[in-house]
């Protein structure tokens, strides 16, 4: 638990520094919010989140060892929000800290194959102002700090550990991707 104290420590420092640069990029999104405000708005929707698939997680009794009933879906419930609650303070304080942009921008291609790639590619490169893109630094680092540490106060043995971990991280940064691909067919 020692280790997860300090992910959590990590996590909440790095939002403090990133809202402190922030005024380096402080709108972002085509909603012209802060990042402050993003942040509560994605906190509150990724809550929304983290309850559903506790729920999810309780009817298939994973882990088993935190039983079933209650207890066992609150331990899932903080389980899955500290993961998604890591995740975003480290995304969103880490691209503030780089003045990186957090939202997705549709490419407009006549082509669907192209919208596809476009859509994969956005969920690992930031497109910057200027046009160029660059290895989002921040929603990667942001995937596999929540995954490593959610997948370190669950039970399990340290190689799963590392397996749940990498999975988690990756599919997160998939998910991602398919966020953005409805953004592409909703353009």
């Given at each position: 638990?020692?280790?997860?104290?300090?992910?959590?420590?990590?996590?909440?420092?790095?939002?403090?520094?990133?809202?402190?640069?922030?005024?380096?990029?402080?709108?972002?999104?085509?909603?012209?919010?802060?990042?402050?405000?993003?942040?509560?708005?994605?906190?509150?929707?990724?809550?929304?989140?983290?309850?559903?698939?506790?729920?999810?997680?309780?009817?298939?009794?994973?882990?088993?060892?935190?039983?079933?009933?209650?207890?066992?879906?609150?331990?899932?419930?903080?389980?899955n929000?500290?993961?998604?609650?890591?995740?975003e303070?480290?995304?969103?304080?880490?691209?503030?800290?780089?003045?990186?942009?957090?939202d997705?921008?549709?490419?407009?291609?006549?082509?669907?194959?192209?919208?596809?790639?476009?859509?994969?590619?956005?969920?690992?490169?930031?497109?910057?102002?200027?046009?160029?893109?660059?290895?989002?630094?921040?929603?990667?680092?942001?995937?596999?700090?929540?995954?490593?540490?959610?997948?370190?106060?669950?039970?399990?043995?340290?190689?799963?550990v590392?397996?749940?971990?990498?999975?988690?991280?990756t599919?997160?940064?998939?998910?991602?991707?398919?966020?953005n691909?409805y953004?592409?067919?909703?353009?």
């Amino acid at each position: 638990m020692h280790g997860t104290k300090r992910i959590v420590f990590l996590a909440f420092t790095t939002l403090v520094v990133g809202a402190s640069s922030a005024h380096a990029q402080a709108r972002v999104g085509t909603d012209s919010a802060t990042r402050l405000t993003r942040l509560g708005r994605d906190l509150v929707y990724g809550t929304a989140e983290g309850l559903a698939f506790s729920a999810v997680d309780q009817l298939r009794n994973d882990p088993p060892e935190w039983g079933k009933g209650w207890p066992g879906y609150g331990k899932r419930v903080a389980s899955n929000l500290g993961e998604f609650y890591i995740q975003e303070l480290v995304t969103e304080g880490l691209a503030a800290a780089m003045n990186r942009p957090l939202d997705y921008k549709p490419c407009h291609c006549p082509e669907f194959g192209d919208r596809v790639v476009n859509a994969a590619r956005g969920a690992i490169f930031d497109q910057l102002p200027d046009g160029s893109h660059a290895l989002a630094i921040p929603r990667i680092v942001g995937a596999y700090t929540g995954s490593f540490a959610q997948a370190a106060w669950r039970p399990a043995t340290a190689n799963s550990v590392w397996r749940v971990g990498l999975v988690n991280g990756t599919t997160s940064l998939a998910i991602g991707a398919l966020i953005n691909l409805y953004h592409e067919i909703r353009h």
